[in-house]
């Protein structure tokens, strides 16, 4: 997913920072600010226990899946309750979960939520029609299913993560939810098409939290604690409030152009408020290692996260080039590299 924020190019640069600052004896890592689940999904895959989470609900579905199931799940109710309708996906192939997506993605399409809002029916150019109209049935018969015990949790979050991830795929946007574009472009009027997860390593006992972190971090204890929290002014819950809804499906009051919901408004994207969310955060933690990806443009300054993590050990920057996400291509940027900050303290008070 394209994700501001997102850590997926700079794993390589995580991952080594890691393997030099680690001792091995570390078996647990908590990813706090999860967002797509990437860096948590990249620790998992080198064996490592993950705790995630984050504040917004549709990165708790893709963190509940990615980081929580193991291996693809049977379907083994679904298999039963609609074993003719999933049949006639089979293909030479005979894979299980290509059936059981590609019949989640061709349900009878219904009117709901999405298509009332989302689509041109509501005068919102986000999804097509023949789009809203397919998350809206998949939406509701998740509902369905997971209350008439057909898919088991597990499946439920699988199910509802390929949607998540296809349904951005096909969004009409020129990437945030902040507005809409007002012809559709060509990836928008793809039809909305499940794929298979890839899921790595078995391991158990991971967990997925959608709790502030503030909130979270007095109840975890963990080797590596890894901090990506917002750098700017710019709230995720209005830059992806569509995803959202669709994650929730709670019909909300929603309003303006965009269809916007109400949304906690986190207080790392606050500059008043960050300075001592960030230093409680800090205080609180019970972990050996605290790793911060946060560059030096952010609402703290690189003094103020100095100091703080100061208040724990010795802090170290490990740093690397990295590309600046470009939210919009007619917007200018003052330089299209910036540099990517790693800070890290041992913790020894
Ligand atoms: C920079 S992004 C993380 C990106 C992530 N590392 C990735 O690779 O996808 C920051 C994330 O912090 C979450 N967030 C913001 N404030 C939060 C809070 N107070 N508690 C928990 N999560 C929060 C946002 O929803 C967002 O997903």
């Given at each position: 997913m394209n994700y501001i924020g997102s850590k997926h190019t700079l794993l390589p640069f995580i991952e080594q920072t890691y393997r030099q600052i680690c001792d091995g004896s570390e078996n647990v890592v908590c990813d706090l600010f999860a967002g797509t689940g990437a860096v948590g999904r990249h620790f998992k895959r080198l064996g490592l226990r993950v705790i995630a989470n984050d504040l917004q609900y549709y990165s708790y579905v893709l963190n509940k899946a990615?980081?929580?199931?193991n291996e693809p799940p049977a379907f083994s109710g679904l298999q039963k309750e609609y074993a003719r309708e999933i049949a006639q996906y089979r293909t030479l192939i005979a894979d299980p979960i290509i059936e059981v997506l590609a019949f989640a993605s061709n349900l009878t399409r219904a009117t709901g939520f999405i298509t009332q809002n989302y689509s041109p029916i509501g005068s919102?150019?986000?999804?097509?029609e023949e789009n809203a109209e397919r998350a809206d049935a998949l939406r509701q018969a998740l509902e369905i299913w997971k209350s008439q015990g057909i898919i088991s949790s597990e499946e439920y979050f699988y199910l509802l993560c390929s949607l998540i991830e296809a349904i951005d795929q096909v969004a009409n946007t020129a990437s945030v939810y902040g507005a809409f574009l007002k012809k559709f472009k060509a990836s928008a009027l793809k039809p909305l098409t499940l794929k298979p997860l890839t899921l790595y390593n078995h391991v158990t006992n991971c967990q997925v939290f959608n709790l502030d972190a503030n909130e979270l971090i007095g109840q975890i204890e963990s080797d590596i604690l890894y901090l990506d929290p917002?750098?700017?002014?710019?709230?995720y819950g209005a830059n992806y409030h569509v995803l959202e809804t669709i994650a929730s499906y709670d019909s909300p009051e929603i309003y303006g152009i965009t269809g916007l919901r109400d949304y906690m408004r986190s207080r790392y994207c606050q500059p008043k408020a960050v300075v001592e969310a960030f230093e409680h955060l800090i205080r609180t933690a019970r972990t050996k290692h605290i790793l911060l990806s946060y560059n030096d443009e952010g609402l703290l300054s690189l003094e103020d996260v100095h100091r703080i993590l100061s208040l724990r050990g010795e802090p170290r920057i490990f740093m690397q080039p990295y590309s600046r996400f470009k939210a919009d291509s007619e917007r200018a940027y003052k330089r299209d590299e910036t540099i990517e900050y790693l800070h890290y303290v041992r913790v020894v008070r």
């Open positions: 990615y980081i929580e199931i919102r150019f986000y999804y097509t917002p750098y700017n002014h710019r709230q």
